[in-house]
């Protein structure tokens, strides 16, 4: 059977100040109406019925997911995160054990999809290689610019229709290297979704990391989980599995796709007006360019012969900075949390 792994369980600290630790990210509607994790569930409810998906989160944001998807299959906890690689592990031990033929989707909760009957298509094809053989299929976006601020996956032999045996993963590039990866044809984009069966995913990790698998699979209730999961290896899937094995595929990806990753990338999404400023809520411009700007109920962002800035007004916090720099959000948010009188507002 078919099931799903929603990955949610980050802290989404680049969209400070209005994502926070028990709402981050994923949890907030960034880019449309409904929640990105609310998105992410609607986009993959015809190929995976709900009792079949499983959302793996934090202990600080579980009542938060509980209450945006009520009728979710399963949630499941971590004590700390761990990235992606004790994460799916976890995950696949959990489905196996309630069906040993399950095929998993694994994607991340705050991506936005800008077709969704291809993307359908695309994650339908790999559930059913999956089924068929045992690979570890990658979700690769056929590139659309020469990005520097995603990892790339090369392709090798063709199989069929759009799938590639991998032939490596390269990290983010300069923006020459992106541009002959682009040039090429050879190179996708790493999007972080993965697709393979239960089966073939911890046969994978006996392999390459049998250590995490061993102590994972002594996971039997609250209290070992709490006792056995903050010794696990902080590693990504990718690293610890994904550029290991010889049995990976990629998938291309033909729709419009976007992590969605800073303030500056929602320019991208939100309505502009007549000068490039990108505006959500009250804002008020006069001789501003190409700038960010969001408030809130009740409050008015004027901004004047300014450019390039991300403002972001929340009932109890302002950020100002450059769209160059945002990125950098993160660095507040740490400096934040390191001070006392001040960690409330993470």
Sequence with gaps: MNWAVIMAGGSGERFWPLSRRAQPKQLQAIVGRSTMIQETVARLRPLVPKSRMVVVTNTVQVREVRRQLPDIGSVLAEPVGR???????????????????????????????????????????????????????????????????????????????????????????????????????????????????????????????????????????GRSLRRIYPKLEKISVDYAIMEKADNVVVATGDFPWDDVGDWAAVARHWPRDDTGNAVRGEVVTVGAQDCVLMSQPGHVVAALGVSGLVVVHTKDATLVCRKEDSQRVREVVQRLASDRRKIRYV
């Design 83 to 221: 990235n992606t690689a004790p994460c799916v592990a976890w995950a696949a031990t959990w489905i196996s054990r309630r069906d040993a033929n399950a095929v998993m989707a694994v994607v991340p909760a705050d991506s936005w999809i800008g077709d969704v009957a291809r993307y359908r298509r695309v994650v339908r094809e790999a559930l059913q290689l999956a089924a068929r053989e045992p690979v570890l299929i990658t979700v690769g976006i056929a590139p659309q610019s020469p990005h520097t601020g995603y990892g790339y996956i090369e392709v090798g032999a063709p199989l069929r229709g759009r799938f590639y045996r991998a032939a490596r993963f390269v990290e983010k590039p300069d923006r020459a290297t992106a541009e002959e990866y682009v040039a090429s044809g050879r190179y996708r984009w790493n999007a972080g979704m993965f697709v393979w069966s239960a089966k073939t995913i911890l046969a994978a990790f006996e392999r390459h990391q049998p250590q995490m698998l061993a102590a994972i699979q002594r996971i039997r209730d």
